[in-house]
């Protein structure tokens, strides 16, 4: 049989291995299918790669260029992934295990890339939050702006996930516009190396935006400076090692870490047997014991659940574990696969042992189960395990020793308060599911348990059949937790590309704040042109450009005709004494609602052009009441442009509408579609 060579990709080129590389071994046969590393690597060479060639590329481009590039990825390795499948195998993983990593990773891609077009803007700048007024008059004011790191971000992953792993760290790395280099757990870098080659192949990435190491980083970590950042998963004291490094210290360098869990899972007080929610909870809690043979940092590790129905849980629970079959992942009747490595199985029986000191067995014997296949010689399969811990307050074990593998343990409680006092004694983890029909119960585990737990999942009879599963991080929420679980955070959305990014209070005059964000702010310059600007394409109309409208007078008989119109007679536009009793008015107004329709009477141009459509108002505030006899005016200014599509593109108008002492009354930000063409000219 032949031993793959993994490789590294090292400034623009692989490098094979050296005499030092490790070896890996096949999950489901043991023999040796390759080996990986190269003690000769020059990560000198990598890191300045890195800064000086992937950094600026990236940072060249706008956040929508580099979602792009990720959506281009995802759909290359959407159409390669049968091969990534077929590798996957040899790591122990099913079928179904590869949804998870494989589909699962390239689902995270095409999620980043969505949100980077939906939620960032066509930029290099990222706007964190609103301008804040820090002068009386408005004549200095703050922003907090987000640029990327001008370092690379050092990836070190788990072998549990080789493509997932990857892909959730490297979408917000790469969407933030910061270059990585990659080092995958050396027991499943092969099929990480696929999944590079598949991405360096595409072409798709600018030069030196990825690289990979295979088998030992060396000593990276003691070369990086206070602009790079390192993003590791794996376990607690691998974590500690390399948090602990003076390099990191020295240089406040971002660790941003994700390690062990001792997840939980809540049956709810008022889940009794024959309720969704019991049934519901025995599914979940057996998926996340054999998905990916429990080599999942999200896998529910400690089982709660009320004493009066601990008997029949446990029932139900050896009923299902029963109807297990285990064996070669690549058959299609195998439920379970193997664990990745028989070091891993041997890690797997010494920790159940410890489990086993305070807990009893009550299903799986790894000295005596089942295994299908023909070609299952040395693999590292071991049966799923249950233990009962009779006594969860004082038993130490059962809280804080992970077992990286298809073992849990149930526990009985006696109250809800009980229950979360047990789930908090994990000193932190990732995720703690509760399965309740009671919103009550829900409210108490936030208020109780939140502090503990990077992500609570609640599930029951209205949601399960749309629900995600307890042990599935999704790109829009936040994967990480406190504590034990590595103090960090990962994914969440947009927050995910933050981890690559440097905050910074930006302090200047609306202008300059105007020309950094390109946002027209209040107080900066507006211009004007000869032509209405509802006349003016998308790519013709400038940030800041101003119509200033005639004024229109507001009669007692508007307000009449309005209100009886559109159904609207409130008191206050239609009953002056009534009106006056009422603190915010001194007598009978005009509708907030006539001044904005008034407002678009005034700014108008009504002819065919083009303007597409009206899509929305934000941040609609009525700030003084206007009376018969007053008259409003508008101010309509381009605040913001976005392109849409290859037609047409956003534009946000900050709009004030003013009285005849030129008092605000009112203040929008109203958005339009607007075409790059004129409809005449198409
Ligand atoms: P691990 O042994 O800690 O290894 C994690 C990574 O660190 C691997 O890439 C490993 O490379 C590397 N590494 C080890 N020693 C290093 C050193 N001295 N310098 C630089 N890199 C070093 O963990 P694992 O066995 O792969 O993964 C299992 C653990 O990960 C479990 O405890 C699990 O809970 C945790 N995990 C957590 C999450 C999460 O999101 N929180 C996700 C998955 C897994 P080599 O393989 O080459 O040694």
Not at 18 to 38: C, H, V
Not at 419 to 425: C, G, P, Q, T
Request: aromatic share 8%; net charge negative.
């Amino acid at each position: 049989m032949t031993v793959q060579e993994i490789c590294s990709f090292s400034a623009g080129k692989w490098i094979g291995c050296d005499d030092e590389a490790r070896q890996i071994f096949s999950a489901i046969t043991g023999d040796l299918i390759a080996r990986a590393g190269n003690s000769t690597l020059d990560i000198d060479a990598m890191l300045d790669f890195a800064r000086t060639v992937g950094g600026p590329s990236l940072w060249a481009m706008t956040f929508h260029d580099r979602a792009r590039l990720i959506k281009a990825i995802a759909l290359v390795l959407t159409e390669k992934k049968q091969a990534l499948y077929d590798i996957s195998f040899s790591t122990g993983a099913t079928q179904k295990d590869h949804l998870i990593d494989i589909d699962g990773g390239i689902g995270t891609l095409f999620a980043f890339a969505s949100m980077g077009r939906r939620e960032m803007p066509d930029d290099q700048i990222y706007l964190d939050g609103s301008v804040e007024r820090l002068s009386r008059n408005g004549t200095f004011l703050g922003q907090h702006v987000c640029t990327p790191l001008q370092g690379v971000a050092v990836h070190i992953n788990a072998f549990n996930f080789p493509v997932w792993g990857m892909l959730e760290k490297l979408a917000p790395t790469l969407l933030a516009g910061v270059p990585a280099i990659v080092k995958p757990a050396t027991a499943t870098c092969h099929v990480t190396e696929l999944c590079v080659r598949i991405i360096i192949e595409s072409g798709i990435l600018p030069k030196g935006a990825l690289q990979l190491v295979c088998g030992s980083i060396g000593d990276t970590i003691s070369r990086l400076t206070s602009q790079d950042v390192v993003s590791f998963t794996g376990s607690a004291s691998t974590a500690i090692h390399l948090r602990s490094q003076p390099q990191l210290i020295e240089n406040s360098i971002r660790f941003i870490a994700e390690q062990d869990s001792l997840n939980a899972s809540i049956l709810g007080p008022d889940a009794a047997p024959g309720s969704p929610e019991f049934d519901l909870f025995a599914k979940e809690v057996k998926r996340e014991m054999i998905t990916k043979a429990g080599q999942k940092c999200t896998a529910i590790r400690r089982i709660f659940v009320p004493q009066a129905h601990l008997n029949p849980m446990i029932e139900i629970l050896k009923t299902q574990l029963t109807s297990t079959s285990i064996g070669d992942p690549r058959l299609t009747e195998t439920d379970m696969g193997a664990l990745v490595s028989n070091v891993q199985k041997r890690n797997v029986l010494e920790k159940a042992s410890m489990i086993g000191r305070q807990a009893e067995r009550i299903f799986g014997d790894p000295d005596n189960f089942d295994v299908i296949g023909t070609e299952v010689g040395n693999g590292a399969f071991v049966p799923p395990m249950l233990f009962y811990c009779p006594d969860p307050d004082t038993a130490e074990n059962v809280h804080d020793t992970e077992v990286f593998g298809p073992v849990s343990t149930i526990m009985a409680y006696r109250n809800m308060d009980h229950a979360i006092e047990l789930a908090n004694r994990g000193q932190g983890s990732l995720v703690a599911s509760v399965i309740t029909n009671d919103a009550e119960v829900a409210r108490q585990a936030v208020l109780s348990a939140g502090a503990f737990h990077g992500r609570l999942y609640f599930n029951n009879r209205k949601s399960m059949q749309e629900s995600t599963g307890h042990g599935s991080p999704m790109p829009q929420m936040l994967h990480g937790g406190p504590g034990r679980a590595g103090g960090g955070e990962e994914l969440g959305g947009i927050r995910g590309v933050m981890h690559y990014m440097q905050r910074t209070a930006v302090q200047g005059s609306p202008d300059i704040l105007t020309r950094i964000s390109k946002k027209w702010v209040p107080g900066a310059e507006q211009s004007s042109e000869p032509d209405h600007p509802f006349t003016r394409t998308f790519g013709m109309l400038e940030i800041g450009e101003t119509l200033k409208t005639k004024s229109r007078k507001i009669s007692t008989e508007d307000i009449e005709h309005f209100a009886h119109f559109t159904g609207d007679t409130f008191y206050a536009h239609m009953d002056d004494a009534a009106a006056r009793r009422n603190p915010f008015f001194p007598g009978r107004v005009a509708h907030g609602y006539l001044l904005l329709s008034f407002a678009a009477g005034l700014f108008v141009q009504p002819d065919e052009g083009p303007v597409l459509a009206n899509t929305g108002l934000d941040k609609l505030r009525f700030m003084m009441p206007v009376q018969a006899g007053d008259s409003i005016k508008v101010c309509l200014t381009v605040k913001h442009k976005t392109p849409r599509n290859e037609s047409y593109g956003e534009v946000r108008w900050h709009v004030s509408i003013s009285n005849q002492d030129d008092a605000l009354v009112a203040e929008y930000e109203l958005l339009t579609m607007n075409a790059y063409q004129c409809p005449a000219s198409i």
